[in-house]
């Protein structure tokens, strides 16, 4: 098995961006988690683009589209920004013959404490049980593009029909 | 959907036990991972045993295998140490209508660095999104119990075909 | 003994800043870091501003100078921007019958790798300690005003003799 | 400056045991700590020995005694049992001519909450600005040997006057 990881952004990645800082290049902590985790699957991860989801355009989500749909692998991880996630997903659902599992964080991985490496995990274990499809992974939940919204005020995804 | 959380021990478990230590009692960290996590799904958690998976005797697997397979939810999680871990998931490969997915740790939840964390994320992940059956999640991978082997030497699980 | 912290902005306190962010606060960690360091010394902390110290101005000096000349207990410990840390130390040096301690850190003090927690607990064995006087704790030493400087390339602060 | 870490055991130094563990061989995370600390001091360290402090004798304490008395350097810290660190920091009172500060924490500094980089750091901070003498650093105190005393029941370090 191999998990291919795209980010198209979004508070997972943020990085605290300063014009004197030695952070300003946001490089991910993805690496870190999986080497917490001693995870011996094979892996890649490619930056589609690094946006807050709230400025994602259509256009961006045709080439989010166009990247995934082309991945060779089929076992997808994307890591997007929470507020926009459930557009994105819907956008990715005609995406064939592939598992792609979105993913994000309410608090940078980078952060001491942060959902993000639950959230990564979560979904690692997500892709590569489920069937071919396009789904979300928050709050330790699985849920369809279809049947999820983000519940801003709580913080939390949460299904329509629960 | 709920999550039932069942311990019978293991490294994950494991704490610094010292006669005149506060650490004598195992509270489990698990709520913690959970609440990093920020799930928002049921869960309860049970303790059946505290014992290193290699004192494990064919009693003490009738033991889990009556918990387990008596337990009205569906969906269980069940901590156990790695070296017998194979053992107890073919024991209990007879249980029905039920996902359980065992996992455990090579190094405490409690040390600042841990596969635990990881572990139980990725569990979570696919407890709910895999059919009936048994499984061994460890190493970000998901096994049956019939293709997979700790690697004592590597210090990681592997399937048998890989 | 009571110590007194003082807090002039600085990278230590630099938070995730996102119009949509629920980090928009900059809620202090310094409570968690005595909180895990078990410290049975009386402290308060005060904010004078929040600046990314480059742009500290005479006028701001004169203020930080003010408030902690006035500060009635003796044990200082002001937590502040690197780059110009040592031009308010300068600043600072004749306030008379205290020990001030300025510190901060390179990265963030929420960062899960920092050396926040570092530097705030080498202070406040420094601050106690010591003699009246204003001083520099970083990198693990004790400096006084006029024999350190940032060494940006490096990233550390040195003295000039030695 | 130099400072040279002395360890004869304790807490602070406690390891999962087992066995069939990797952990078996007590690797200090001293430098993990002083990573973190981003520290550019000088520094090495030596293991006394690995006693719970409980078991030290006095034969223990003239060995401790004479490794610290014949160490060239003058800033030592030692990292020791909680329990019976003021009999140590007592017997090792008439050392002439070194600052030493002994530490030690409630919980292992490998746990994932510890109280011992924040010792560590705040008993740096303390060994480079005291005069010569022997010294406790607990609970983000310094204490003299003949003013402390371990509150067992409330797991804090107090001065007897105060």
């Given at each position: 098995?191999?998990?291919?990881?795209?980010?198209?952004?979004?508070?997972?990645?943020?990085?605290?961006?300063?014009?004197?800082?030695?952070?300003?290049?946001?490089?991910?902590?993805?690496?870190?988690?999986l080497?917490?985790?001693?995870v011996?699957?094979?892996?890649?991860?490619?930056?589609?683009?690094?946006?807050?989801?709230?400025?994602?355009?259509?256009?961006?989500r045709?080439?989010?589209?166009?990247?995934?749909?082309?991945?060779?692998n089929?076992?997808?991880?994307?890591?997007?920004?929470?507020?926009?996630m459930?557009?994105?997903?819907?956008?990715?659902?005609?995406?064939?013959?592939?598992?792609?599992?979105?993913?994000?964080?309410?608090?940078?991985?980078r952060?001491?404490?942060?959902?993000?490496?639950?959230?990564?995990?979560c979904?690692?274990?997500?892709?590569?049980?489920?069937?071919?499809g396009v789904?979300?992974?928050?709050?330790?939940?699985?849920?369809?593009?279809?049947?999820?919204v983000?519940?801003?005020?709580k913080?939390?995804?949460?299904?329509?029909?629960?």
């Amino acid at each position: 098995m191999k998990i291919v990881f795209y980010t198209a952004g979004g508070t997972i990645d943020k990085i605290y961006f300063d014009a004197k800082s030695k952070y300003e290049v946001g490089e991910s902590i993805l690496g870190e988690i999986l080497r917490e985790g001693n995870v011996v699957f094979e892996h890649e991860s490619k930056v589609i683009m690094q946006k807050d989801s709230l400025d994602l355009t259509d256009e961006d989500r045709d080439t989010i589209f166009t990247a995934i749909d082309n991945e060779p692998n089929r076992h997808i991880i994307l890591t997007h920004g929470t507020d926009t996630m459930v557009t994105t997903a819907k956008r990715l659902n005609e995406i064939r013959n592939k598992v792609v599992v979105l993913t994000g964080s309410m608090s940078p991985a980078r952060f001491r404490s942060s959902d993000a490496p639950f959230n990564i995990a979560c979904a690692i274990g997500a892709v590569q049980t489920l069937p071919d499809g396009v789904y979300i992974s928050m709050n330790g939940r699985i849920f369809t593009p279809d049947n999820v919204v983000k519940n801003v005020e709580k913080g939390v995804f949460e299904s329509l029909s629960s």
